[in-house]
């Protein structure tokens, strides 16, 4: 973690805090009362692009509303050593909210995540 950086830029205590905790995905799936569940979180690193290992994203995952998961988490992607921030919004009618440039930004779930949580569903 020490050798880390944020696009250079130095990491902050709560960027610390945030790497102590339990994965994010130790904490899913997320349930919503209507039956909606998020199986999984992918984080990818804002230098490669590429998919963080699940190991290495961490920080908290809580539901302050009924209908709204929020993740205030962080991820090292290994091979860069650059920590990516993540603050996202997982609703429960399948919609990710997130923000991009100081601007709240929505995007669908892929149908891939969809249907790899409809697979996860039957396996159950
Ligand atoms: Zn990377």
Redesign the pocket.
């Known amino acids: 973690m020490a050798n880390c950086s944020i696009n250079k830029k130095p990491l902050t205590t709560r960027h610390e805090e945030l790497f102590a905790m339990p994965t994010i995905s130790s904490q899913m799936p997320v349930k919503f009362n209507n039956g909606c569940s998020w199986a999984e979180f992918d984080g990818y ?6 998919k ?1 290992d699940d190991s290495m994203v961490r920080g908290s995952l809580s539901k302050p509303f009924a209908h709204v998961a929020v993740i205030d988490a962080v991820g090292v ?6 920590l ?1 921030v993540f603050y996202n919004r997982l609703h429960d009618d399948m919609r990710i909210t997130a923000i991009k440039d100081g601007k709240w930004c929505t995007w669908e779930a892929e149908l891939t995540l969809i249907e790899r949580l409809k697979n996860w569903l039957l396996t159950k």
Do not use: A, F, L, W
């Open positions: 690193c804002s230098e490669c692009g590429n963080i992607c290994k091979p860069c050593r650059v990516t």
